[in-house]
């Protein structure tokens, strides 16, 4: 199992962007889709935002629909969360992963995590 590579992570005011990006250490991702998941303390791990390998299927969470945006490199090897108008309750850690369906909603693959990036929105 992998761990991925998050980087992106910064203070920033409310209102403001950011674009984190996930990467591999592999030549690809091993898997078929990917996610997004964000942690803050004292809380369960939530699933943010979901694509597949071709783009075609994304998912998003009640908290970041319209505001965020999941996409990928087209070869696999990167996926991006643009993220816009960031509120304070999107200060997490964020972390990537591969993801699977479960019913209606999108869980994480596998129990490896990298480090994670660190998110603060100030205001």
């Known amino acids: 199992q992998v761990r991925h590579i998050e980087s992106g992570g910064k203070l920033v005011q409310v209102g403001e962007t950011l674009r984190l990006t996930c990467g591999t250490p592999e030549r690809t991702f091993s898997w078929s889709t990917m996610g997004w998941f964000r942690q803050t303390p004292g809380k369960e791990r939530e699933t943010v935002a979901v694509?597949?390998?071709?783009?075609?299927?994304?998912y998003y969470s009640d908290s970041v629909v319209g505001r965020f945006t999941i996409s990928t490199d087209g070869a696999w090897k990167a996926v991006y969360l643009q993220m816009n108008n960031l509120k304070p309750e999107d200060t997490a850690v964020y972390y990537c992963?591969?993801?699977?369906?479960?019913?209606?909603?999108?869980?994480?693959?596998?129990?490896?995590w990298g480090q994670g990036t660190q998110v603060t929105v100030d205001g």
């Open positions: 694509i597949n390998f071709s783009g075609d299927t994304t």
């Open positions: 992963n591969t993801a699977r369906r479960d019913g209606s909603n999108w869980r994480p693959n596998s129990d490896v």
